[in-house]
């Protein structure tokens, strides 16, 4: 089929950075999925996008949507007649419906009938009618926060557009875009190539933009273009450019033609903590850090100009005379702030709302005090840094630097802690108690600090939900789910043996206002153990494993974990499937006997289930001490070589027997194995 390449650019006033990777690849989906489902074919596809402009190319995008047969069902057959033998009402109407006659109706014949039916040649558009829609119902579709309004016009758009290219091929599409008609005229730079250059075809967009235009269309090539110029300026100061990658996408959506400027300030500012002055670089001015090889801040700072300047020197002192005086303020909060003690702070928190029905941030604090304590008891950690720290743990948020910057608290909880002298364990686990931070991030390694972020999530997971706020779709405004992951993460990660059941039952004690404790705790365990479904399906579980292992209800992730680990291996055993199957069965049969089993096997008369019964005793011997270390998957291996006999009974016994006492010590034996496997793991859940 033939083909042509598209593009397709809006340009607008300058575009949020923050989100203009993100809204340039909603737009490409937008497009493909409308291409897609107009069933028009297409071999590549790639975003562009600058401050001032969106774009999307297509590759090989065919001419014509294929020619097909539309069919359309109507009555069956035996109601498409009345009684006289001519067509019935609903025959009729459905033939009026259609544009057609009732003669011209043909007949569907399938296993479960007959029926009228109406088939239709429908020959495919040309693809350049589609695509003025499927590009304007693209833009309708995009996910923005606040759309705007501009002039007389009625439309909207997160910025005010000013122009619209739209090619097909070496053709242009003129239709209305946004209040634009849409032509093949685009703008290059601001300043260096303002000029209107016309683009003569789709594939030919980015290097006219780049040769004419003075700009790069292309994002992740601007993004390798800063990374790399970044890193040979900080070269040349003997330095090395600390790149973080949010930072390095929102300097690539800020520059159309990035140029590289290193900047210097007072060495003095070096004595703040160095995450005090990178915050101030990174978020305030989006410039680049510079450390030595020691990973030590040097007292310079890589900046990124939109322009080719005549006179570069005055962008770089520029720059030096604003980042001066945020340094300063930071440097006034650093002194100001020790001058008064965290302890001395605490109190404070008294002030502060953490939430309606939970009080204060000193509410919140005094259960983290006593979820710490307990905590720390059952994992043999120093209950009086537990406490501690857990006393501290938010008190900076009281502090000017943090009411700057909220982004460093925990981090100058940790530099006060130890300028007041607190324990270097008390101090890192005022820092730590807020991890993992996100997906993916480290947990506490400090333990201690795995402790107060223990009890700071269990008392933000079981408070929340017990003030009836309970996350519903995307909306999850206290990051409860994150809580919960890292609740786990810590737990499983750093190999912790709590009971998390239990320890919600004790968080759940320490509210004063009224709610449902029974239908709380449900909710939050359920929760929890939902978030750890996600994390065993992300680490390639199967969903039957879980399920095998969540229907036993261990009340300790790592101990689910551990049990998790035994069904997977399990699984690779050749007597996995018919014991899996068995189990199943034996379930069954239990499930729907109308008799109780018997409270004890007792005497037998099959030689096979005599056999089975010394191979389940024997079995039950032999995998208690597994079953005491936690050796699950030992335990399980040895229930394996229970499958002949098991296979055995079941080839040769009749469980329901019409003598209701044997049929009871029968129902007893399969109890009695399957409860054996029951103390791993429900492993009937597994499919085959």
Not at 43 to 63: C, W
Not at 317 to 327: A, C
Not at 443 to 469: C, E, M, N, R
Not at 658 to 680: G, K
């Amino acid at each position: 089929m033939a083909s042509k390449h598209l593009l397709f650019e809006l340009g607008s006033e300058e575009l949020p950075p923050k989100t203009l990777v993100k809204l340039s690849q909603a737009l490409l989906d937008n497009v493909l999925q409308g291409l897609s489902a107009a069933e028009l074919t297409f071999t590549g596809s790639k975003a562009y996008a600058t401050p001032r402009r969106l774009a999307v190319f297509v590759e090989n995008l065919s001419t014509q949507q294929p020619d097909k047969i539309v069919e359309k069902r109507g009555p069956a057959l035996q109601a498409a007649f009345a009684p006289d033998g001519k067509p019935s009402k609903a025959a009729e109407g459905f033939s009026m419906s259609c544009g057609t006659t009732f003669e011209q109706l043909e007949r569907l014949k399938t296993e479960k009938g007959e029926w009228l039916v109406f088939k239709q040649a429908v020959k495919g558009q040309p693809t350049e009618q589609l695509i003025p829609d499927i590009i304007r119902q693209s833009i309708s579709a995009l996910s923005i926060a606040k759309r705007m309004r501009w002039g007389n016009f009625a439309t909207e758009f997160v910025r005010p557009v000013h122009w619209a290219v739209l090619l097909y091929g070496d053709s242009t599409i003129e239709c209305e875009i946004l209040g634009l008609t849409t032509g093949s005229t685009t703008l290059g730079h601001r300043f260096h190539a303002p000029q209107a250059i016309t683009i003569n075809s789709p594939e030919s967009y980015a290097d006219a933009l780049y040769q004419q235009g003075k700009l790069i269309v292309d994002v992740e090539q601007r993004k390798a273009i800063i990374r790399d110029q970044a890193q040979i300026a900080a070269a040349a100061v003997n330095g090395t450019a600390h790149i973080e990658d949010d930072l390095l996408e929102e300097i690539a959506a800020l520059n159309e033609w990035p140029v590289p400027v290193t900047g210097t300030f007072d060495p003095r500012f070096l004595e703040l903590p160095a995450e005090v002055l990178i915050t101030t670089m990174q978020t305030n001015q989006k410039y680049f850090p510079v450390k030595n090889a020691s990973g030590e801040l040097l007292p310079y700072f890589i900046t990124f100009s939109n322009i080719e300047s005549t006179r570069p020197e005055s962008i770089k002192q520029g720059n030096e005379r604003v980042i001066t005086p945020r340094l300063t303020d930071a440097e006034f909060f650093w002194k100001q702030d020790r001058k008064k003690s965290l302890e001395d702070r605490v109190e404070s928190l008294a002030n502060i709302v953490f939430q309606e029905k939970l009080g204060t941030l000193a509410d919140k604090t005094q259960r983290v005090i006593v979820l710490s304590e307990l905590i720390a008891t059952q994992l043999c950690a120093n209950v009086d840094w537990a406490k501690r720290a857990a006393r501290l743990a938010k008190a900076d948020l009281m502090t000017d630097m943090v009411g700057e910057f909220g982004n460093l608290q925990g981090i100058m909880g940790r530099y006060y802690a130890l300028a007041d002298n607190e324990p270097r364990e008390v101090a890192d686990a005022i820092e730590q108690h807020y991890y993992p931070k996100q997906s993916g991030s480290p947990t506490p390694s400090s333990q201690t600090g795995q402790v107060v972020a223990l009890a700071d999530k269990v008392d933000t997971l079981t408070g929340i939900f017990s003030a009836g706020l309970i996350p519903t779709g995307d909306k999850d405004p206290y990051a409860l789910r994150r809580a919960a992951l890292g609740t786990l993460r810590i737990i499983i990660e750093n190999e912790n043996n709590l009971d998390i059941v239990a320890l919600v039952d004790v968080s759940l004690t320490l509210y004063t206002h009224t709610f449902d404790r029974k239908e709380i705790r449900k909710l939050v365990i359920d929760f929890i153990f939902d978030r750890l479904r996600g994390y065993c399906l992300d680490r390639g579980y199967a969903p039957d494993e879980f399920d095998a292992v969540i229907s036993v209800n261990p009340a300790q992730p790592l101990d689910f974990m551990k049990r998790l680990q035994a069904v997977k291996a399990f699984r690779q055993l050749p007597e996995a499937e018919s014991l899996a199957a068995a189990n199943k069965r034996i379930r069954n049969i239990l499930k729907k006997s109308d008799i109780p089993p018997a409270g004890q096997v007792g005497d037998l008369v099959e030689t096979e289930e005599r056999h089975l019964f010394d191979t389940a005793k024997e079995s039950a011997a032999d995998i208690q001490p597994f079953l005491e270390k936690k050796d699950y998957q030992a335990a399980l291996s040895r229930l394996a070589k229970t499958e002949s006999a098991v296979n055995a009974f079941f080839d040769k016994v009749m469980v329901m027997s019409d003598d209701l006492d044997l049929r009871a010590r029968r129902l007893a034996l399969l109890n009695m194995l399957s409860d054996q496997f029951l103390q791993i793991a429900d492993i009937s859940k597994l499919q085959s």
